[in-house]
């Protein structure tokens, strides 16, 4: 197969993986850790609503989140490599770039306190980059 084809392929499965990992962090957080939360995010019916209740979301909710979209890059740049197979790291460097912007378009969407903004933005595409460098088969 063309490693065209295969790169993007697995830039494809390592989004996927990257958004499996992210659901499963944010389910635990807002059923296990945090179940107030999440039963309050559940009745959210519009933006407004979900404005007021990420004003009062605490830290420690925030930080799973963010651990759940590091864990979810590196594991998303794994299997965009492995399946890309095409130079070092370089499927995992496209997904990072396409998770950063997916990261931007959802901090926009619903706005997180400024120090989610800035790390969130510093973990996906290193997180994506390493998990890639990682898969490497030489």
Sequence with gaps: MNTRVRNILGIIAGFIATSAVMMLFEGINGHV???????????????????????????????????????????????????????????GLMLGLLLTAAGIANNLMIPPPMWFWIAGMLVLLPGAWLGARTAVTR
């Excluded at 209740?53 to 651990?67: C, D, E, I, K, T």
């Excluded at 590196?74 to 197979?85: D, M």
């Design 33 to 91: 850790i945090y179940p107030e939360l999440g039963a309050a995010a559940a009745q959210v019916k519009d933006a407004a609503a979900m404005r007021a209740l990420m004003a009062n979301v605490p830290a420690g909710a925030m930080a799973v989140v963010l651990l759940g979209w590091a864990v979810g890059a590196f594991v998303g740049g794994w299997v965009a490599q492995r399946i890309g197979r095409g130079d070092a790291g370089r499927a």
